[in-house]
Protein backbone atom coordinates (compact mmCIF):
# COMPACT_ATOMS: atom_id res chain seq x y z
CA UNK A 1 0.00 0.00 0.00
CA UNK A 2 2.24 2.56 1.01
CA UNK A 3 4.76 1.90 -1.98
CA UNK A 4 1.90 2.56 -4.35
CA UNK A 5 1.33 5.89 -2.62
CA UNK A 6 5.24 6.87 -2.76
CA UNK A 7 5.36 5.98 -6.41
CA UNK A 8 2.15 8.18 -7.93
CA UNK A 9 2.96 11.23 -9.62
CA UNK A 10 2.88 14.70 -7.93
CA UNK A 11 1.06 16.06 -10.96
CA UNK A 12 -0.66 14.01 -13.47
CA UNK A 13 -2.93 14.82 -16.11
CA UNK A 14 -4.54 13.17 -18.82
CA UNK A 15 -5.99 15.06 -22.09
CA UNK A 16 -7.36 17.73 -20.24
CA UNK A 17 -9.70 19.69 -22.31
CA UNK A 18 -11.72 22.79 -21.16
CA UNK A 19 -14.37 24.43 -23.21
CA UNK A 20 -16.06 27.98 -22.02
CA UNK A 21 -19.29 28.65 -23.51
CA UNK A 22 -20.46 32.01 -23.60
CA UNK A 23 -24.05 32.19 -24.20
CA UNK A 24 -24.96 35.06 -27.16
CA UNK A 25 -27.67 37.21 -25.92
CA UNK A 26 -28.99 40.36 -28.30
CA UNK A 27 -28.74 43.47 -26.22
CA UNK A 28 -31.31 45.13 -24.54
CA UNK A 29 -34.03 44.23 -21.63
CA UNK A 30 -33.45 41.47 -19.54
CA UNK A 31 -30.81 40.33 -21.26
CA UNK A 32 -29.45 38.38 -17.61
CA UNK A 33 -32.33 36.74 -17.78
CA UNK A 34 -32.62 35.93 -21.45
CA UNK A 35 -28.97 34.24 -21.28
CA UNK A 36 -30.23 31.92 -18.88
CA UNK A 37 -32.80 30.38 -21.68
CA UNK A 38 -30.34 31.23 -24.87
CA UNK A 39 -29.65 28.04 -26.86
CA UNK A 40 -26.34 29.82 -28.72
CA UNK A 41 -23.08 29.81 -27.33
CA UNK A 42 -19.48 30.60 -28.39
CA UNK A 43 -17.12 27.80 -27.58
CA UNK A 44 -14.05 28.75 -26.99
CA UNK A 45 -11.27 25.86 -26.42
CA UNK A 46 -9.59 27.22 -23.65
CA UNK A 47 -7.31 24.00 -23.53
CA UNK A 48 -7.17 21.47 -25.59
CA UNK A 49 -5.71 17.74 -24.72
CA UNK A 50 -3.05 18.59 -22.49
CA UNK A 51 -1.14 16.06 -20.53
CA UNK A 52 1.73 15.65 -18.94
CA UNK A 53 3.17 14.24 -15.69
CA UNK A 54 5.22 15.99 -13.29
CA UNK A 55 7.45 14.20 -10.67
CA UNK A 56 7.74 14.90 -6.95
CA UNK A 57 10.74 17.78 -6.56
CA UNK A 58 10.28 18.65 -9.68
CA UNK A 59 10.53 22.08 -10.52
CA UNK A 60 8.31 22.86 -13.87
CA UNK A 61 8.06 26.15 -15.52
CA UNK A 62 4.92 26.80 -17.42
CA UNK A 63 5.13 29.36 -20.33
CA UNK A 64 3.22 31.41 -22.81
CA UNK A 65 2.17 33.73 -24.10
CA UNK A 66 -1.05 35.66 -22.60
CA UNK A 67 -4.62 33.99 -23.91
CA UNK A 68 -2.25 30.82 -24.38
CA UNK A 69 -4.63 29.02 -21.58
CA UNK A 70 -1.87 29.09 -18.31
CA UNK A 71 -4.25 30.10 -15.73
CA UNK A 72 -7.08 27.87 -17.06
CA UNK A 73 -4.31 25.10 -16.96
CA UNK A 74 -3.35 26.11 -13.78
CA UNK A 75 -7.13 26.37 -12.68
CA UNK A 76 -7.95 22.66 -13.65
CA UNK A 77 -4.98 21.77 -11.52
CA UNK A 78 -5.78 23.02 -8.29
CA UNK A 79 -9.43 22.30 -8.66
CA UNK A 80 -11.00 25.96 -8.95
CA UNK A 81 -12.49 24.89 -13.03
CA UNK A 82 -13.73 21.57 -13.78
CA UNK A 83 -12.25 20.66 -17.29
CA UNK A 84 -14.55 19.22 -20.02
CA UNK A 85 -13.22 16.19 -20.18
CA UNK A 86 -10.03 14.86 -18.93
CA UNK A 87 -8.70 14.35 -15.69
CA UNK A 88 -6.14 15.38 -12.88
CA UNK A 89 -4.54 13.53 -9.79
CA UNK A 90 -2.52 15.18 -7.26
CA UNK A 91 -0.54 12.43 -5.18
CA UNK A 92 -3.52 10.12 -6.32
CA UNK A 93 -6.44 12.49 -5.12
CA UNK A 94 -8.69 13.89 -7.44
CA UNK A 95 -9.20 17.50 -7.20
CA UNK A 96 -12.40 17.90 -8.26
CA UNK A 97 -13.80 15.04 -6.87
CA UNK A 98 -12.51 15.50 -3.45
CA UNK A 99 -11.66 19.14 -3.61
CA UNK A 100 -11.28 20.26 -0.02
CA UNK A 101 -8.94 17.13 1.10
CA UNK A 102 -6.68 18.18 -2.26
CA UNK A 103 -7.39 21.76 -1.40
CA UNK A 104 -5.33 20.76 2.51
CA UNK A 105 -2.05 19.40 0.94
CA UNK A 106 -1.40 22.17 -1.68
CA UNK A 107 -0.10 25.77 -1.79
CA UNK A 108 -1.67 28.25 -4.44
CA UNK A 109 -0.21 31.42 -5.44
CA UNK A 110 -1.70 34.14 -7.51
CA UNK A 111 -0.07 36.69 -8.57
CA UNK A 112 -2.44 39.25 -8.84
CA UNK A 113 -4.81 38.00 -6.25
CA UNK A 114 -4.19 37.98 -2.44
CA UNK A 115 -5.19 35.06 -0.33
CA UNK A 116 -4.70 37.65 2.83
CA UNK A 117 -7.01 39.38 4.70
CA UNK A 118 -6.97 42.69 3.44
CA UNK A 119 -7.35 45.17 6.03
CA UNK A 120 -6.30 43.47 9.11
CA UNK A 121 -2.14 42.75 10.18
CA UNK A 122 -0.30 40.17 8.11
CA UNK A 123 -0.38 38.06 10.99
CA UNK A 124 -3.81 38.11 11.79
CA UNK A 125 -4.24 36.10 8.46
CA UNK A 126 -1.27 33.39 9.10
CA UNK A 127 -3.41 32.90 12.49
CA UNK A 128 -6.79 32.47 10.54
CA UNK A 129 -5.00 30.24 8.23
CA UNK A 130 -3.47 28.30 10.60
CA UNK A 131 -7.04 27.74 12.14
CA UNK A 132 -8.33 27.14 8.58
CA UNK A 133 -5.92 24.32 7.79
CA UNK A 134 -5.54 22.91 11.06
CA UNK A 135 -1.87 23.84 11.38
CA UNK A 136 -1.07 23.45 15.23
CA UNK A 137 0.58 26.60 16.68
CA UNK A 138 3.77 25.21 17.62
CA UNK A 139 4.31 23.95 14.20
CA UNK A 140 2.89 27.37 13.02
CA UNK A 141 5.15 29.17 14.88
CA UNK A 142 8.07 27.32 13.88
CA UNK A 143 7.42 27.61 10.45
CA UNK A 144 6.57 31.34 10.17
CA UNK A 145 9.93 31.55 12.08
CA UNK A 146 11.67 29.72 9.19
CA UNK A 147 9.78 31.87 6.61
CA UNK A 148 10.47 34.67 8.63
CA UNK A 149 14.38 34.38 8.08
CA UNK A 150 14.43 33.40 4.76
CA UNK A 151 11.65 36.46 3.34
CA UNK A 152 12.01 38.78 6.19
CA UNK A 153 8.65 39.03 7.05
CA UNK A 154 9.20 40.78 10.65
CA UNK A 155 9.63 44.00 8.70
CA UNK A 156 5.85 44.27 8.19
CA UNK A 157 4.30 41.77 10.41
CA UNK A 158 1.50 44.55 12.40
CA UNK A 159 1.14 46.38 8.84
CA UNK A 160 -2.15 45.57 7.39
CA UNK A 161 -2.04 44.43 4.18
CA UNK A 162 -3.97 46.68 2.29
CA UNK A 163 -0.74 49.10 2.98
CA UNK A 164 2.25 46.33 2.04
CA UNK A 165 3.93 47.06 -1.14
CA UNK A 166 4.06 44.55 -4.21
CA UNK A 167 7.00 43.09 -3.34
CA UNK A 168 5.64 42.53 0.42
CA UNK A 169 2.55 41.46 -0.48
CA UNK A 170 4.01 38.81 -2.74
CA UNK A 171 6.27 37.26 0.12
CA UNK A 172 3.77 37.47 2.40
CA UNK A 173 1.51 35.21 0.10
CA UNK A 174 3.66 32.88 -0.63
CA UNK A 175 4.72 32.50 3.01
CA UNK A 176 0.58 32.13 3.52
CA UNK A 177 0.75 28.99 0.96
CA UNK A 178 3.89 27.02 2.64
CA UNK A 179 2.21 27.48 6.06
CA UNK A 180 0.21 24.07 6.07
CA UNK A 181 3.35 23.06 4.66
CA UNK A 182 1.98 21.64 1.15
CA UNK A 183 4.13 19.43 -1.16
CA UNK A 184 2.68 20.85 -3.84
CA UNK A 185 2.89 24.44 -4.54
CA UNK A 186 1.55 26.23 -7.58
CA UNK A 187 2.05 29.77 -8.54
CA UNK A 188 0.55 32.10 -11.35
CA UNK A 189 3.04 34.54 -12.19
CA UNK A 190 4.59 35.40 -8.99
CA UNK A 191 7.24 37.76 -10.16
CA UNK A 192 4.94 39.39 -12.34
CA UNK A 193 5.39 43.97 -11.56
CA UNK A 194 7.96 43.12 -9.18
CA UNK A 195 11.65 44.95 -9.05
CA UNK A 196 14.59 43.20 -9.31
CA UNK A 197 15.61 42.43 -5.60
CA UNK A 198 11.77 41.46 -5.10
CA UNK A 199 11.98 39.56 -7.86
CA UNK A 200 15.61 37.59 -6.63
CA UNK A 201 13.86 37.40 -3.12
CA UNK A 202 11.20 35.25 -4.28
CA UNK A 203 13.26 33.03 -6.51
CA UNK A 204 16.22 32.38 -4.04
CA UNK A 205 12.92 31.71 -1.49
CA UNK A 206 11.47 29.40 -4.31
CA UNK A 207 14.77 27.52 -4.65
CA UNK A 208 15.50 26.81 -1.36
CA UNK A 209 11.98 24.80 -1.09
CA UNK A 210 12.47 22.89 -3.77
CA UNK A 211 16.16 22.10 -3.05
CA UNK A 212 16.51 21.92 0.79
CA UNK A 213 12.43 21.47 1.69
CA UNK A 214 12.04 18.78 -1.43
CA UNK A 215 8.78 20.60 -2.45
CA UNK A 216 7.22 20.22 -6.20
CA UNK A 217 6.56 23.41 -7.43
CA UNK A 218 4.70 24.72 -10.76
CA UNK A 219 4.86 28.28 -11.59
CA UNK A 220 3.92 30.23 -14.84
CA UNK A 221 5.99 33.23 -15.69
CA UNK A 222 6.69 35.75 -18.47
CA UNK A 223 9.82 36.80 -16.76
CA UNK A 224 12.65 34.52 -18.45
CA UNK A 225 15.10 35.14 -15.72
CA UNK A 226 13.06 32.61 -13.43
CA UNK A 227 12.62 29.64 -16.06
CA UNK A 228 16.00 30.03 -16.09
CA UNK A 229 17.56 29.99 -12.56
CA UNK A 230 14.68 27.91 -11.33
CA UNK A 231 13.39 25.42 -13.49
CA UNK A 232 14.46 22.41 -14.23
CA UNK A 233 11.91 21.72 -16.91
CA UNK A 234 9.78 23.84 -19.31
CA UNK A 235 6.29 23.75 -20.55
CA UNK A 236 4.97 25.65 -22.74
CA UNK A 237 1.89 26.12 -23.78
CA UNK A 238 0.90 27.95 -27.62
CA UNK A 239 -3.30 28.04 -28.75
CA UNK A 240 -4.07 25.58 -25.93
CA UNK A 241 -1.57 22.90 -26.82
CA UNK A 242 1.36 21.70 -25.37
CA UNK A 243 3.52 22.66 -27.72
CA UNK A 244 6.64 21.56 -25.34
CA UNK A 245 7.48 19.96 -22.14
CA UNK A 246 11.46 19.22 -21.97
CA UNK A 247 14.49 20.85 -20.83
CA UNK A 248 15.66 24.70 -21.49
CA UNK A 249 19.03 23.08 -23.11
CA UNK A 250 16.46 21.39 -25.43
CA UNK A 251 13.98 23.88 -26.10
CA UNK A 252 17.30 25.94 -27.58
CA UNK A 253 18.10 22.84 -29.50
CA UNK A 254 14.54 22.88 -31.08
CA UNK A 255 14.34 26.33 -32.10
CA UNK A 256 17.86 26.17 -33.64
CA UNK A 257 18.96 29.51 -32.93
CA UNK A 258 22.39 30.82 -34.24
CA UNK A 259 25.41 30.46 -31.51
CA UNK A 260 27.48 33.65 -32.19
CA UNK A 261 31.01 33.43 -32.54
CA UNK A 262 33.15 36.11 -32.27
CA UNK A 263 36.88 35.26 -33.24
CA UNK A 264 39.94 38.03 -32.61
CA UNK A 265 42.82 37.41 -34.72
CA UNK A 266 46.43 37.81 -33.87
CA UNK A 267 47.74 39.38 -37.10
CA UNK A 268 44.44 40.22 -38.73
CA UNK A 269 42.52 37.56 -40.95
CA UNK A 270 41.86 36.51 -44.88
CA UNK A 271 38.78 35.95 -46.05
CA UNK A 272 38.02 33.15 -48.61
CA UNK A 273 36.68 34.78 -51.99
CA UNK A 274 33.86 32.69 -52.46
CA UNK A 275 32.20 32.52 -48.62
CA UNK A 276 29.29 31.19 -50.12
CA UNK A 277 30.49 28.17 -50.19
CA UNK A 278 30.35 27.80 -46.16
CA UNK A 279 26.15 28.28 -45.46
CA UNK A 280 26.22 27.52 -42.40
CA UNK A 281 28.26 30.22 -41.26
CA UNK A 282 27.13 33.68 -41.58
CA UNK A 283 29.68 36.76 -41.13
CA UNK A 284 27.47 39.20 -38.63
CA UNK A 285 30.54 42.11 -38.46
CA UNK A 286 33.55 42.33 -38.84
CA UNK A 287 36.49 44.67 -38.03
CA UNK A 288 40.10 44.56 -38.65
CA UNK A 289 41.17 42.10 -36.03
CA UNK A 290 37.59 40.55 -34.91
CA UNK A 291 35.38 38.46 -36.65
CA UNK A 292 31.41 37.81 -35.44
CA UNK A 293 29.82 34.87 -37.58
CA UNK A 294 26.15 32.89 -36.41
CA UNK A 295 26.90 29.41 -36.97
CA UNK A 296 23.64 26.92 -36.67
CA UNK A 297 24.75 24.17 -34.10
CA UNK A 298 22.19 22.00 -35.36
CA UNK A 299 24.19 21.97 -38.31
CA UNK A 300 27.61 22.25 -37.88
CA UNK A 301 29.69 21.05 -35.05
CA UNK A 302 31.10 23.62 -33.22
CA UNK A 303 35.01 22.68 -33.72
CA UNK A 304 34.46 22.41 -36.84
CA UNK A 305 33.22 25.79 -37.32
CA UNK A 306 36.19 26.84 -35.10
CA UNK A 307 38.60 24.92 -37.56
CA UNK A 308 37.36 26.81 -40.45
CA UNK A 309 38.18 29.85 -38.94
CA UNK A 310 40.89 28.92 -37.80
CA UNK A 311 41.84 28.52 -41.55
CA UNK A 312 41.45 32.29 -42.05
CA UNK A 313 44.14 33.52 -40.22
CA UNK A 314 45.62 32.49 -36.32
CA UNK A 315 43.43 32.78 -33.26
CA UNK A 316 44.16 34.83 -30.32
CA UNK A 317 40.74 34.55 -28.35
CA UNK A 318 37.54 33.03 -28.97
CA UNK A 319 33.77 34.01 -28.05
CA UNK A 320 30.74 32.11 -27.91
CA UNK A 321 27.72 33.73 -26.67
CA UNK A 322 24.58 31.01 -26.78
CA UNK A 323 21.02 32.62 -27.58
CA UNK A 324 19.10 34.46 -25.65
CA UNK A 325 16.14 32.59 -23.65
CA UNK A 326 14.38 36.00 -24.22
CA UNK A 327 14.99 35.44 -28.06
CA UNK A 328 13.71 31.84 -27.93
CA UNK A 329 10.53 32.72 -26.39
CA UNK A 330 9.89 34.89 -28.96
CA UNK A 331 10.58 32.59 -31.62
CA UNK A 332 7.92 30.03 -29.68
CA UNK A 333 5.50 32.84 -28.72
CA UNK A 334 5.63 33.78 -32.57
CA UNK B 1 -5.00 -3.63 26.72
CA UNK B 2 -6.87 -3.63 23.36
CA UNK B 3 -9.10 -0.75 22.03
CA UNK B 4 -11.97 -1.62 20.42
CA UNK B 5 -13.62 0.73 18.33
CA UNK B 6 -16.22 0.07 15.78
CA UNK B 7 -15.34 1.80 12.39
CA UNK B 8 -19.10 3.33 12.43
CA UNK B 9 -18.85 5.11 16.02
CA UNK B 10 -15.24 6.19 14.43
CA UNK B 11 -16.54 7.62 11.39
CA UNK B 12 -19.41 9.81 13.49
CA UNK B 13 -16.59 11.11 16.39
CA UNK B 14 -14.80 12.25 13.25
CA UNK B 15 -17.56 13.58 11.09
CA UNK B 16 -18.40 15.36 14.52
CA UNK B 17 -15.23 16.55 15.21
CA UNK B 18 -15.18 17.87 11.36
CA UNK B 19 -18.57 19.66 12.09
CA UNK B 20 -17.24 21.29 15.17
CA UNK B 21 -13.81 22.49 13.69
CA UNK B 22 -16.51 24.24 11.12
CA UNK B 23 -18.05 25.83 14.04
CA UNK B 24 -15.37 27.21 15.17
CA UNK B 25 -13.67 28.54 12.25
CA UNK B 26 -17.46 30.04 10.95
CA UNK B 27 -17.22 32.17 14.20
CA UNK B 28 -13.63 32.75 13.94
CA UNK B 29 -14.33 34.14 10.47
CA UNK B 30 -17.44 36.06 11.53
CA UNK B 31 -15.32 37.73 14.11
CA UNK B 32 -12.61 39.01 11.18
CA UNK B 33 -14.88 39.83 9.31
CA UNK B 34 -16.73 42.46 11.37
CA UNK B 35 -13.10 43.32 12.63
CA UNK B 36 -11.93 44.36 9.28
CA UNK B 37 -15.59 46.33 8.53
CA UNK B 38 -14.49 48.16 11.99
CA UNK B 39 -11.57 49.34 10.22
CA UNK B 40 -13.62 52.08 8.65
CA UNK B 41 -15.65 52.69 11.42
CA UNK B 42 -17.55 56.30 10.32
CA UNK B 43 -18.59 53.80 7.18
CA UNK B 44 -19.99 51.14 9.37
CA UNK B 45 -21.75 53.74 11.42
CA UNK B 46 -23.25 55.37 8.47
CA UNK B 47 -24.24 52.57 6.53
CA UNK B 48 -25.85 51.65 9.50
CA UNK B 49 -27.59 54.54 10.04
CA UNK B 50 -28.54 54.54 6.54
CA UNK B 51 -30.09 51.45 6.42
CA UNK B 52 -32.44 52.37 9.59
CA UNK B 53 -33.93 55.57 7.38
CA UNK B 54 -34.72 53.53 4.72
CA UNK B 55 -36.29 51.30 6.47
CA UNK B 56 -37.89 53.82 8.13
CA UNK B 57 -39.42 55.65 4.67
CA UNK B 58 -40.32 52.06 3.30
CA UNK B 59 -42.20 51.65 7.06
CA UNK B 60 -44.03 55.05 6.00
CA UNK B 61 -44.94 53.45 2.91
CA UNK B 62 -46.64 50.55 4.65
CA UNK B 63 -48.03 52.96 6.86
CA UNK B 64 -49.51 55.20 4.50
CA UNK B 65 -51.05 52.13 2.62
CA UNK B 66 -52.56 50.64 5.71
CA UNK B 67 -54.27 54.17 6.92
CA UNK B 68 -55.72 54.99 3.43
CA UNK B 69 -56.98 50.86 2.59
CA UNK B 70 -57.21 49.74 6.05
CA UNK B 71 -58.13 46.69 5.10
CA UNK B 72 -57.07 44.58 2.15
CA UNK B 73 -59.34 42.17 0.80
CA UNK B 74 -60.77 41.34 4.04
CA UNK B 75 -57.29 41.43 5.87
CA UNK B 76 -57.33 43.91 8.85
CA UNK B 77 -54.86 46.63 8.80
CA UNK B 78 -52.67 44.37 11.82
CA UNK B 79 -53.02 41.69 9.51
CA UNK B 80 -50.91 43.32 7.14
CA UNK B 81 -48.54 45.09 9.44
CA UNK B 82 -47.44 40.77 10.64
CA UNK B 83 -47.07 40.10 7.11
CA UNK B 84 -44.97 42.74 6.66
CA UNK B 85 -43.31 42.78 9.68
CA UNK B 86 -42.86 38.45 9.55
CA UNK B 87 -41.42 39.14 5.96
CA UNK B 88 -39.04 41.89 7.10
CA UNK B 89 -37.72 40.07 9.95
CA UNK B 90 -37.16 36.57 7.85
CA UNK B 91 -35.34 39.18 5.09
CA UNK B 92 -33.06 40.05 8.09
CA UNK B 93 -32.12 36.58 9.58
CA UNK B 94 -31.43 35.58 5.90
CA UNK B 95 -29.59 38.58 5.29
CA UNK B 96 -27.49 38.61 8.69
CA UNK B 97 -25.93 35.22 7.76
CA UNK B 98 -26.35 34.81 4.09
CA UNK B 99 -25.79 38.62 2.40
CA UNK B 100 -22.42 37.59 0.29
CA UNK B 101 -24.76 34.53 -1.24
CA UNK B 102 -26.93 37.55 -2.74
CA UNK B 103 -24.06 39.47 -3.38
CA UNK B 104 -22.47 36.15 -5.06
CA UNK B 105 -22.17 38.57 -8.72
CA UNK B 106 -19.60 40.33 -7.74
CA UNK B 107 -17.08 37.10 -7.20
CA UNK B 108 -18.22 36.01 -10.14
CA UNK B 109 -17.48 38.80 -11.77
CA UNK B 110 -14.09 39.62 -10.46
CA UNK B 111 -12.91 36.00 -10.60
CA UNK B 112 -12.72 36.22 -6.23
CA UNK B 113 -14.29 32.57 -6.16
CA UNK B 114 -10.80 31.51 -7.46
CA UNK B 115 -9.63 32.01 -4.09
CA UNK B 116 -12.05 30.52 -1.79
CA UNK B 117 -12.10 27.17 -4.04
CA UNK B 118 -8.34 27.09 -3.21
CA UNK B 119 -9.23 26.82 0.32
CA UNK B 120 -10.05 23.08 2.20
CA UNK B 121 -13.64 24.49 3.46
CA UNK B 122 -16.95 23.87 1.26
CA UNK B 123 -17.53 27.38 -0.73
CA UNK B 124 -20.62 28.35 1.86
CA UNK B 125 -18.30 28.41 4.68
CA UNK B 126 -15.50 30.46 3.51
CA UNK B 127 -17.97 32.68 1.36
CA UNK B 128 -21.03 33.42 4.11
CA UNK B 129 -18.63 35.07 7.06
CA UNK B 130 -17.38 37.52 4.94
CA UNK B 131 -21.02 38.95 4.77
CA UNK B 132 -22.07 38.65 8.14
CA UNK B 133 -23.35 42.18 9.40
CA UNK B 134 -25.91 42.92 12.16
CA UNK B 135 -28.74 44.77 10.84
CA UNK B 136 -30.11 46.93 13.77
CA UNK B 137 -32.41 49.20 11.29
CA UNK B 138 -34.29 46.32 10.32
CA UNK B 139 -34.48 44.54 13.54
CA UNK B 140 -35.88 47.35 15.38
CA UNK B 141 -38.23 48.22 12.15
CA UNK B 142 -39.81 45.00 12.09
CA UNK B 143 -40.51 44.45 15.55
CA UNK B 144 -41.74 47.93 15.65
CA UNK B 145 -44.47 47.12 13.31
CA UNK B 146 -44.81 43.35 14.72
CA UNK B 147 -45.26 44.42 18.44
CA UNK B 148 -47.83 46.73 17.37
CA UNK B 149 -49.68 44.45 15.06
CA UNK B 150 -49.50 41.64 17.70
CA UNK B 151 -50.45 43.63 20.87
CA UNK B 152 -53.47 45.11 19.26
CA UNK B 153 -54.58 42.04 18.01
CA UNK B 154 -53.82 40.13 21.45
CA UNK B 155 -55.79 43.20 23.21
CA UNK B 156 -58.65 42.44 20.50
CA UNK B 157 -58.29 38.64 21.81
CA UNK B 158 -57.78 37.54 18.10
CA UNK B 159 -54.35 35.93 18.98
CA UNK B 160 -52.96 34.67 22.41
CA UNK B 161 -49.13 34.63 23.64
CA UNK B 162 -49.09 31.44 21.91
CA UNK B 163 -48.75 33.09 18.73
CA UNK B 164 -45.02 34.95 19.68
CA UNK B 165 -43.43 31.37 19.66
CA UNK B 166 -45.40 30.32 16.88
CA UNK B 167 -44.06 33.44 15.16
CA UNK B 168 -40.98 32.97 15.68
CA UNK B 169 -40.68 29.77 14.21
CA UNK B 170 -42.32 31.27 11.01
CA UNK B 171 -38.97 33.72 11.09
CA UNK B 172 -36.69 31.23 10.76
CA UNK B 173 -38.35 28.73 8.76
CA UNK B 174 -38.85 32.01 6.42
CA UNK B 175 -35.59 32.90 6.82
CA UNK B 176 -34.28 29.61 5.48
CA UNK B 177 -36.68 29.72 2.52
CA UNK B 178 -35.29 33.05 1.83
CA UNK B 179 -31.78 32.28 2.08
CA UNK B 180 -32.56 28.98 -0.43
CA UNK B 181 -34.01 31.18 -3.22
CA UNK B 182 -30.82 33.54 -2.53
CA UNK B 183 -28.76 30.48 -3.09
CA UNK B 184 -30.73 28.95 -5.85
CA UNK B 185 -30.77 32.57 -7.45
CA UNK B 186 -26.94 33.21 -6.95
CA UNK B 187 -26.21 29.32 -8.30
CA UNK B 188 -27.67 30.47 -11.74
CA UNK B 189 -24.67 33.17 -12.17
CA UNK B 190 -22.51 30.01 -12.73
CA UNK B 191 -24.06 29.57 -16.23
CA UNK B 192 -24.85 33.47 -16.94
CA UNK B 193 -22.10 35.21 -14.46
CA UNK B 194 -24.56 38.41 -14.25
CA UNK B 195 -27.46 37.44 -11.54
CA UNK B 196 -28.95 41.08 -10.55
CA UNK B 197 -31.38 40.65 -12.98
CA UNK B 198 -32.93 37.31 -12.14
CA UNK B 199 -32.64 38.57 -8.50
CA UNK B 200 -35.20 41.55 -8.95
CA UNK B 201 -37.50 38.98 -9.77
CA UNK B 202 -36.99 36.00 -7.55
CA UNK B 203 -35.86 38.27 -4.37
CA UNK B 204 -36.92 41.67 -4.40
CA UNK B 205 -40.15 41.38 -6.16
CA UNK B 206 -40.91 37.82 -4.69
CA UNK B 207 -40.38 39.45 -1.27
CA UNK B 208 -42.26 42.66 -1.55
CA UNK B 209 -45.73 40.90 -3.36
CA UNK B 210 -45.65 38.63 -0.77
CA UNK B 211 -46.22 40.90 1.84
CA UNK B 212 -49.77 41.11 1.15
CA UNK B 213 -52.10 38.50 1.27
CA UNK B 214 -51.75 36.42 -1.43
CA UNK B 215 -55.55 36.49 -2.30
CA UNK B 216 -54.63 39.46 -3.99
CA UNK B 217 -53.06 38.23 -6.72
CA UNK B 218 -54.33 35.82 -9.82
CA UNK B 219 -54.47 32.09 -9.16
CA UNK B 220 -51.08 31.46 -11.04
CA UNK B 221 -49.18 34.03 -9.57
CA UNK B 222 -50.07 32.62 -5.81
CA UNK B 223 -49.64 29.34 -7.62
CA UNK B 224 -46.18 30.54 -8.10
CA UNK B 225 -45.64 31.87 -5.27
CA UNK B 226 -46.36 28.79 -3.29
CA UNK B 227 -44.18 26.80 -5.20
CA UNK B 228 -41.29 27.77 -7.42
CA UNK B 229 -40.77 31.14 -5.26
CA UNK B 230 -42.15 30.18 -1.90
CA UNK B 231 -41.68 32.88 -0.26
CA UNK B 232 -45.80 32.42 0.21
CA UNK B 233 -44.58 30.01 2.96
CA UNK B 234 -42.71 33.01 4.64
CA UNK B 235 -45.47 35.16 6.00
CA UNK B 236 -48.76 34.06 4.36
CA UNK B 237 -49.30 30.45 5.30
CA UNK B 238 -47.83 30.77 8.40
CA UNK B 239 -50.15 33.78 9.00
CA UNK B 240 -52.98 31.93 7.85
CA UNK B 241 -52.79 29.68 10.82
CA UNK B 242 -51.10 31.77 13.70
CA UNK B 243 -53.71 35.06 13.16
CA UNK B 244 -56.90 33.15 11.60
CA UNK B 245 -56.77 29.60 12.88
CA UNK B 246 -56.82 28.54 9.15
CA UNK B 247 -55.40 25.16 7.49
CA UNK B 248 -54.30 23.34 11.19
CA UNK B 249 -51.07 22.67 13.41
CA UNK B 250 -49.80 20.65 10.86
CA UNK B 251 -48.37 23.92 9.08
CA UNK B 252 -45.72 24.09 11.77
CA UNK B 253 -44.42 20.91 10.28
CA UNK B 254 -45.08 21.54 7.07
CA UNK B 255 -43.21 24.87 7.43
CA UNK B 256 -40.06 22.89 8.57
CA UNK B 257 -40.31 20.41 6.33
CA UNK B 258 -40.47 22.64 3.12
CA UNK B 259 -37.53 24.98 4.65
CA UNK B 260 -35.19 21.98 4.75
CA UNK B 261 -36.60 20.93 1.55
CA UNK B 262 -36.00 24.52 -0.55
CA UNK B 263 -32.70 24.24 1.46
CA UNK B 264 -31.34 20.88 -0.03
CA UNK B 265 -32.37 21.38 -3.35
CA UNK B 266 -30.94 25.12 -3.14
CA UNK B 267 -27.50 23.14 -2.02
CA UNK B 268 -27.48 20.35 -4.38
CA UNK B 269 -28.27 23.26 -7.87
CA UNK B 270 -25.38 25.42 -5.76
CA UNK B 271 -22.99 22.10 -5.70
CA UNK B 272 -23.87 21.58 -9.42
CA UNK B 273 -23.29 25.02 -10.46
CA UNK B 274 -19.23 25.28 -9.10
CA UNK B 275 -18.19 22.26 -11.33
CA UNK B 276 -19.83 25.19 -13.77
CA UNK B 277 -17.97 27.83 -12.61
CA UNK B 278 -15.86 29.37 -15.34
CA UNK B 279 -13.67 31.79 -13.41
CA UNK B 280 -12.17 35.01 -15.24
CA UNK B 281 -9.29 35.27 -17.12
CA UNK B 282 -6.16 37.00 -15.81
Not at chain 1, 30 to 42: C, D, E, Q, T, V
Not at chain 2, 124 to 131: F, Y
Not at chain 2, 226 to 238: D, F, K, Q, R
Request: with cysteine; proline share 4%; charged share 20%.
Amino acid sequence: MNTVMQSQAAIEAVGLNKQFRTPIVAEGKFAGIRSLFSRKYIVKEAVQDIGFTVEKGDFVGYIGPNGAGKSTTIKMLTGILHPSSGKVMLSGIDPHRDRTRCASRIGVVFGQRSQLWWDLPVKDSYDILAHMYGVADEDKRRRLAQFDELLSLGEFWETPVRKLSLGQRMRADIAAAMLHDPDLLFLDEPTIGLDVNAKRNIRSFLKTLNEEFGKTILLTTHDMDDIEQLCRRVMVIGGGRLTYDGTIEGLRREIGLPTEIKVTYRDGYRLPDAMTESSHMQIVSRSEDTLTVEVNRQEVRTMDALRQLGHWGEIDDVEMREPDFEEIIRRVYG
Amino acid sequence: MKMQTNPSTRIRTERRTVIRNYIRLYLLLIRTSVRSRMQYRFNFAFGTVLAAIIQLSEFLMVAIVLAKFGAVRGWSMYEVGYLFALMTLAKTLYRTFGNEVHNLERYLVEGELDQLLTKPLPVLLSLMPRGFRLMPGELLQSGAILTWAMGAMMRSGQITWWAIPQTLFAVFTGGLILFAIGMATAACGFWTTRISMLQNMTEDAAQTAARYPLTLYPGWMSGLMLTAIPVGLVSYVPALYILRGELGVWVFPLLAAASCLAVLLALAFWRFGISKYQSTGS
